[in-house]
């Protein structure tokens, strides 16, 4: 079966950093682009960040612009899993984030993990 294991999300102060991890199973990483989105309440769900799979040759990311040089996506191949490094926190970076791969014909999320960036 596959799935997406979500963690690392916690309460944060202004300008602190966490690290959410999304650990994969019943597949291997390496050969999918993962993205990260999130979702805050009332709002829409948008994404924050992308990765393209290792098998490509330019190994690119992709950044919303309201988290772009504060956050950083990177993938472990090893381990399976896929993170994101964010620091920096804002109040506004608040939200459900979920990790996300579109794999033969169908799409798989995390279960999510909270954020929250307040003093």
């Known amino acids: 079966q596959l799935q997406f294991v979500n963690s690392g999300g916690g309460l944060v102060q202004p300008g602190g950093p966490l690290r959410l991890s999304c650990a994969a199973s019943?597949?291997?990483?390496?050969?999918?682009?993962i993205a990260w989105f999130r979702q805050a309440p009332g709002k829409e769900r948008e994404g924050v960040s992308c990765?393209?799979?290792?098998?490509?040759?330019?190994?690119?990311?992709w950044y919303a612009a309201s988290v772009k040089g504060r956050f950083t996506i990177s993938r472990d191949n090893a381990k399976n899993t896929v993170y994101l490094q964010m620091t920096s926190l804002k109040p506004e970076d608040t939200a459900v984030y979920f990790c996300?791969?579109?794999?033969?014909?169908?799409?798989?999320w995390g279960q999510g993990t909270q954020v929250t960036v307040s003093s």
């Open positions: 996300y791969a579109y794999i033969g014909l169908d799409g798989y």
């Open positions: 019943g597949f291997t990483l390496v050969y999918y682009a």
């Open positions: 990765i393209s799979s290792s098998d490509s040759s330019d190994g690119s990311t």
